[in-house]
């Protein structure tokens, strides 16, 4: 019998967590102090579950009562997991396979919920907002993980549902009921008849709406159908009254009102996915289909799905704000959303996972590649020739113009290969300013509105030029890929485009006078260049059935590299800070360069001086401490070597290395009770001794009396023990028989010690000794950071804490490229440093240590 | 090593023992002792922290707690965990703990595999790349506007999408791939599995060791750091635990506050139990100290081997 026990625990955990508070209420203040006082503070799950929408104070706020809270979902999530739990302790064949299923629907509900609740919070309510808190989610948690732990207990013995046949049935049948799930209101929109001036106004507008009907883009048009009937007129005009306590300002409500619909996105989002999980329903069900297509469908249409869903119900976008009025009227309060876009987007991906695992059970070969292999590198070669055509055709640059002498932009023209095909860049070009305030080049001596059309006129003749022929090289190399025909020449062609491309980056970004406008590459243009050399890369094996092994191999590395790329060598090019007075929200071309002017103001600006000397004093003093005292944790791992008792020695080993794995905040919180003024244990024991006389109030921690010493301690603390395992590693690693032939010569302990374990740590201790030598400079700043105060901060700022804190940690400062300035040197000295290290390591023990 | 030989061991041990000099004698004696008092210096702290968490607040607050738990009550863990932001706190730390250690230690382990083949194209090229990148750092303001460039300031993924590619874990993972029999590769080639699934099945179950280890590192390090939350959060979303623990240290007033409004009218009367802002601070630390407590003893015996196979070439 297997131990269920981990299963209960986390079944009851799950029913802990409806105890915690799960949403956390912000009442309004128009609503008055008592109204307000009726409101919980907060609301559990439990609350939730038992009395539904009852939970808030309805007689006062009756509008609330629509926000109801799903508690059935709730319940039965309860009831299901109660019974997953039973089912899970029988057993009896197929009684873990039914807790599972019962487990997976209990997470479902609980998932539903907590989406539908958080969803609830993240909305903009003018009389509660709610903002939901993490114990929202533990349910959901703890069933999955609950979930995972019976799908790992059925693994030692019958696994679940194991022919493919069965889970291919189960996710078409998830799908269909996906798809059914989407005939389901979404909406129900409920418009009291108190706030319209005739009831029947009231009525006319209350309706509830399905995913279809938004699909379809039926969703009523509350605004137009409104004004049409003018009931919102009556509202605002009318009844005003009674909604304008729910809000700060008047004009927020009738905002509101006067922003339409905009959900041609959201619409062909839930299009997609609606046909293609009808699709993958029809498929599944189908015996002789490649399983790969259905479950590619689902998957697709899930994330489709959920994408959908939130922006169905997420109320306060970044850009639209009141995307739809139906949401508004929820949001105030006049309707109600149900979690059935969530309950929709679960069944997709339940059918998908499902699809999924009925591939990973399948006794016959579930991929058939439908492309032959002959003809697969070609496949790859022309869809990456197409991708390229149309990132060609998408916008390629932007140029944003602005007066002489002034870094506000005036206006941005973004120009695109359409343009250019048009041949109508130049027009968009053409007094882009003259709209926003007539001419402003006019009186500019040398910078006429004509020297400006005219140099952007030039620009965009190139552009033109330079697209039209990319697209045509492009297309040509395209035509010969699909003809079979002369790969050399296609490669070509794509290499041509490719360096037109780069000469269009060029003309964009260096042609125009910077006075006046600054032009730049977009995303596109980038991504068009990409693409294109791997357009080339492949059309060079189209030939083949399979990519050489190297390139293969590269291939799978490029994602490392571009991750190496971006956050490792990128930031290389904020070195260019250094040489610029540089400025927060100005792009790099309008920054004023100032040459070495942050390298020289270092030594030459007397202040500046002063405190680049107190730091660096700072640094190597508390650096050269750790150094000189480097040979502790070998002297430490020595001596513990001589103790003989493996458990004695085991119990030091761990209990030493564990301050290595606190952080330095949590260093600093032991170090603020150990040394508190007058109360902690230190102040008590100097007491007790006679150090010090009773409530002397001495500031033990934060004073900058011998800061440097009390970093070395803690540092030491910390790294002692876990510095030693290293030495007590290459300890081990020392021939015995040296020690045996040392004993039969009639060496003594301290002899052992001297002449053998010494000289065999020395090497390690070497290595180690050079690597912090070449490290002196970048001590960290979290230690230095935690332990800083006003008081000691002259003497405990090291060279990184500086950087930090004349920048970040000052907002609004203008020091940033002197810190870049300040980064570049140590950067530089501190390679310089290794480097010499190195080269002393190998002239001395002939071994590099790189 | 069968058991007749280790009862000679045990013997030879016995045989040493008594064969003690007086000198190893007081050696012996001086040298437990040192240990004894380094080990305690180590452990006392988060001794003392516990007690000081578990009694009589108004007795901390005299600082009349200093070995022994008196009025012994859990009231202050209960509180703490009411206050605003700490549950999402936690929350945040777990899920950069799990998130960023899956993310690090899948990348490192899989790049580590790829830079061991040979037949790469360039491979020294792209291997040196990274291997470089250990060696030099842009400086505190390059990294921190390049992030800010990429759209990383105040979103949660800053925690674990940079860490992909850590130069020092993929050396430890090619030196220990390179130390593993290639025969069993090879057969798995010829069996038709391409680089995933040789990754998947074959290496993947052989270098666990040096996997554990680096999940520890990894995990341990994405939950003590606190700098990153300190200045990639200016609007105060994603806090973790750690960064409240600093925050609450720097900002006693606020922390009074914060007391006053998690206090039940309740919890008010009863001055034993009333939380101060000494007792939030300590208890917070020791909320951030546990888990590390808890999983410290199960993965302790993975620090030894993986820096043993980290010092055969770093």
Redesign the interface.
Known sequence: MKKKWPILLLAVLTLAMFF?PAV?LHVHAQLGEETAAAFPSSLSLWDMMTKGSKCLPLDLVPQMGYLSFGSGLLLAGCILLILGCIASLIEKRGCAQASIALTACAAACFGTEALHISNLASSLMYTVLFTA???L?LPLVFTAAMLILEVVFLKGGKVLLQDDRTLRLISGVLAVIGLLVMLLPVYTVSVPETITASPADAKALNRSTNLYAIMMGNEPNLYTEATSQSVYADILSGDMLELEKYSADANNIKGIFTIRNNTTTMNAYLLGGAVLLALAAVLAFIGKVDRWFPVAFQWVAAILLAVASLSVLTVGGQNDMYASASRQLVTLGLGAVTPVPFLAVLCALGSALAGTMGIRYANEPYFVNPIPAASRLRFVAVVLAVVSIACIILPAGTVSFSKPGKNKVQAAVEISGVDALTFSSAGKLADPVTSKGAAVYEEEGDFSAKVVNEATGRMAGTYNILTWLALALTVAGLVLLLLRKNRKLGIALFLAALVLRCVTWLVMTYTLPKEVAVGSGTLWLYLSMLVLVFAAFFTNFVELDELP??????L??LP??V??F??????????S?AFYNYKFGVSMDQQEFVGLKWFTEMFTNEANRVNIFRVLKNTFGMSGLNLLTSWLPMI?AI??N???QTR?KK??Q??????N???W??V???A???F?M????F??FMEAIGAVPKDSHIVWLNSSEHIWLKMWGWNT?KG??WGA??Y???IAGIDQELYEAAQVDGA??WHKMRYITLPGLLP?FF?LLM?SISNILNNG??QY??FQNPMNKNSIEVL?LY??NI??ASRGTTL?SY??A???L??IV??TL?FSANFASKKLRGES?? | MTVRENKMVKENHRKNKQKLSRGDVIFNICNYTVFILITLACIFPFYYLFINTISDNEMVRLGQIQLIPKGIHFENYVQVMKIDGIIDALFVSVARTVLGTVWTVGGCAFLGYLVTKQEMWLRKVWYRLIIITMYFSAGLIPWYMNLRMLGFLDNFWVYVIPGLVSPYNVILVKTFIEGLPPSLEESATLDGAGYTRVFISIIMPLITPILATLCIFSAVGQWNSFTDTMMLMPSGKFYTLQFLLYKYQNEASSLAALVRNAQDANALANISTKQTALSVRMTVAMVVTFPILLVYPFFQRYFVKGIMIGAVKG
Do not use: H, Q
């Open positions: 915690l956390t808190s993490a114990p989610f092994k190297k390139y293969k191999l590269f799978m590395m490392f590299l991750a190496v971006l956050f490792s060598y990128l930031p290389l090019y904020g070195w800070y430490f001596f513990l001589e103790i003989t004695f119990f030091v761990i209990f030493t290395t564990l301050p794995f606190i952080s905040a949590l600093f919180s032991f603020m009770c150990l508190a007058d109360t902690g244990i102040s008590k603390w002692l023990g395992i290293m007590l590693a290459a003594n302990r390690t290595v690597l700043m979290e950071l935690v990184d950087v930090y920048t970040i940033y810190a870049t300040i980064g570049i140590k950067t501190s390679v290794l240590i790189m």
